[in-house]
């Protein structure tokens, strides 16, 4: 049976995929679980142009109920126009690019949607979609499977669970389980892991744990990557409170990298700005370097400068260093692109850094970092200091471009 892929448009699914960020990659296994609920990935796509105009074509398959044959003519025509030589025969290439963003926006929409109403039905119900043709048999074992909506089940078994799955999830309250001739809910299954190794044939292979019946990198729940898990007020303002509420993903660095441990020191190519005394000023002197916002590609991440929004940020006691944004964000030392999840929502961000030293006096320097998350420059930190070892804890994650 065909599946219906233009019923599956409503807004939390739109929002979910709007909210991504391009993210070159040249397999499949670059990014993993969760970190794809930030990241628009093609596998083998290494220009943001190309992923920009896939997330395009998928944009509208998800917002207006564009069928598989539709996105085909934009894939032919985008594979045309950019010369891309993809791995994959198109058919199979084409299903699983198009079933994959559509059915994890949909599922994550619908997260969010029972996150909403958790309080007057607080149970869900794990259904399997009779229109897989091939189904598999863990699959059909959870259909029916009714749980709590807190029960840490859903946090590996929301679906999807793997290429292909289309699994969804129920919300229920008191009276629909009595109808179902319960008055608890279930029990969940012990999960039982089981150790693979993927991307064999490509560029960076790993060995995962996954729970069996789930197919490796679908063991997440992508609505609670994006979107986080809804806490009560007082518990969320705990979690305010926190000041590492924000744990990194990727642990590696610099030495993994491959690269030096002290950054170059490049000699200020513009003047120093004054100290300024008022945000106001701030804002005239941004608008006065990039205007009201500019364009920038560091590293083939695309970054907008908001004077506006950045100004907001910025104390003015350390506006000296502005001027050198601009040097910053053309010319990096190093781009890195960091996954954070918080450890009370487990909500997933995606943020770039970009990173260069300048030395301003004779044994006297300053590290620049920038933080940019969604495509906007929401950060920006001046280090003056005569020890440049401060920096190393912000050169983490992937690294997606370094200055030779």
Same mark, same amino acid.
């Given at each position: 049976?065909?599946?219906?892929?233009?019923?599956?448009?409503?807004?939390? %699914?739109?929002?979910?995929?709007?909210?991504k960020?391009? *993210?070159?990659? %040249?397999a499949?296994?670059?990014?993993?679980e +969760?970190?794809h609920?930030?990241?628009?990935?093609?596998? =083998?796509?290494?220009?943001?142009?190309?992923?920009?105009?896939f997330q395009?074509?998928? $944009?509208?398959?998800?917002?207006?109920?564009?069928s598989?044959?539709?996105?085909r003519?934009?894939?032919?025509?985008?594979? $045309?126009k950019? =010369?891309?030589?993809?791995?994959?025969?198109?058919?199979?290439?084409?299903?699983?690019?198009?079933?994959?963003?559509?059915y &994890?926006?949909?599922?994550s929409?619908?997260?969010?949607?029972? &996150? !909403?109403?958790?309080?007057?039905?607080?149970?869900?119900?794990?259904?399997h979609?009779?229109?897989?043709?091939?189904?598999?048999?863990?699959?059909l074992?959870?259909?029916?499977?009714?749980?709590?909506?807190?029960?840490?089940?859903?946090?590996?078994?929301?679906?999807?669970?793997?290429?292909? @799955?289309? @699994? /969804? *999830?129920?919300?229920?309250?008191e009276?629909?389980i009595?109808?179902?001739?319960?008055?608890?809910?279930?029990?969940?299954?012990?999960?039982?892991?089981?150790?693979?190794?993927?991307g064999?044939? +490509?560029?960076?292979?790993?060995?995962?744990?996954v729970? &069996?019946?789930?197919?490796?990198?679908?063991?997440?729940?992508?609505g609670? #990557? %994006? /979107?986080?898990?809804a806490?009560?007020? $007082?518990v969320?303002?705990?979690?305010?409170?926190?000041?590492?509420?924000?744990?990194?993903?990727?642990?590696?660095?610099?030495?993994? #990298?491959?690269?030096?441990?002290q950054?170059?020191?490049?000699?200020?190519?513009v003047?120093?700005?004054?100290?300024?005394?008022? !945000?106001?000023?701030?804002?005239e002197?941004?608008? !006065?370097?990039? =205007?009201?916002?500019?364009?920038?590609?560091? +590293?083939?991440?695309?970054?907008? *400068?908001?004077?506006?929004q950045?100004?907001?940020?910025i104390?003015?006691?350390r506006?000296?260093y502005?001027?050198?944004?601009?040097?910053?964000?053309?010319?990096?030392?190093?781009?890195?692109?960091?996954?954070?999840?918080?450890?009370?929502t487990?909500?997933?961000?995606?943020?770039?850094? /970009?990173?260069?030293?300048?030395?301003?006096?004779? =044994?006297?320097?300053?590290?620049?970092?920038?933080?940019a998350?969604? +495509?906007?420059?929401?950060?920006f930190? /001046?280090?003056?200091?005569?020890?440049?070892?401060?920096? &190393?804890?912000?050169?983490?994650?992937?690294?997606?471009y370094g200055d030779?």
């Amino acid at each position: 049976m065909p599946a219906k892929y233009g019923s599956l448009a409503f807004q939390e %699914a739109i929002d979910f995929f709007r909210d991504k960020v391009r *993210v070159p990659t %040249a397999a499949w296994t670059d990014i993993w679980e +969760g970190q794809h609920a930030r990241a628009f990935t093609i596998a =083998g796509a290494m220009k943001d142009d190309i992923l920009l105009d896939f997330q395009t074509a998928l $944009d509208k398959s998800i917002a207006d109920g564009g069928s598989l044959r539709d996105f085909r003519k934009d894939f032919d025509s985008i594979v $045309d126009k950019h =010369g891309w030589g993809y791995n994959g025969g198109r058919d199979w290439r084409t299903r699983v690019i198009y079933e994959t963003n559509l059915y &994890q926006a949909h599922n994550s929409g619908r997260y969010t949607q029972m &996150q !909403k109403v958790k309080r007057s039905r607080p149970y869900w119900r794990y259904r399997h979609n009779d229109a897989v043709e091939h189904p598999r048999p863990e699959h059909l074992a959870w259909d029916g499977l009714i749980l709590s909506a807190e029960d840490p089940f859903w946090d590996t078994h929301f679906p999807a669970n793997g290429w292909g @799955c289309k @699994c /969804f *999830v129920q919300s229920l309250n008191e009276r629909d389980i009595n109808k179902l001739g319960k008055t608890i809910p279930d029990k969940a299954p012990a999960i039982k892991y089981e150790e693979k190794t993927v991307g064999i044939r +490509g560029p960076s292979p790993r060995k995962v744990k996954v729970p &069996q019946g789930i197919d490796p990198g679908f063991a997440y729940n992508p609505g609670k #990557a %994006a /979107f986080g898990e809804a806490l009560s007020d $007082d518990v969320m303002a705990e979690w305010k409170k926190t000041k590492n509420a924000w744990q990194p993903l990727n642990t590696a660095g610099w030495a993994e #990298a491959g690269r030096p441990k002290q950054i170059p020191l490049n000699a200020t190519p513009v003047k120093l700005a004054a100290r300024l005394k008022t !945000k106001a000023e701030v804002l005239e002197l941004l608008q !006065k370097q990039q =205007g009201d916002q500019k364009l920038y590609s560091p +590293g083939g991440i695309p970054v907008t *400068v908001r004077s506006k929004q950045l100004a907001s940020h910025i104390d003015p006691n350390r506006s000296e260093y502005l001027p050198l944004i601009d040097d910053l964000l053309t010319n990096p030392y190093e781009v890195w692109l960091s996954f954070e999840k918080h450890k009370g929502t487990g909500k997933i961000n995606l943020r770039a850094r /970009f990173i260069k030293g300048y030395e301003f006096k004779k =044994g006297k320097f300053v590290l620049l970092v920038a933080n940019a998350r969604k +495509g906007q420059l929401e950060g920006f930190t /001046f280090i003056p200091t005569s020890d440049n070892k401060y920096i &190393q804890n912000q050169r983490l994650g992937e690294l997606v471009y370094g200055d030779e």
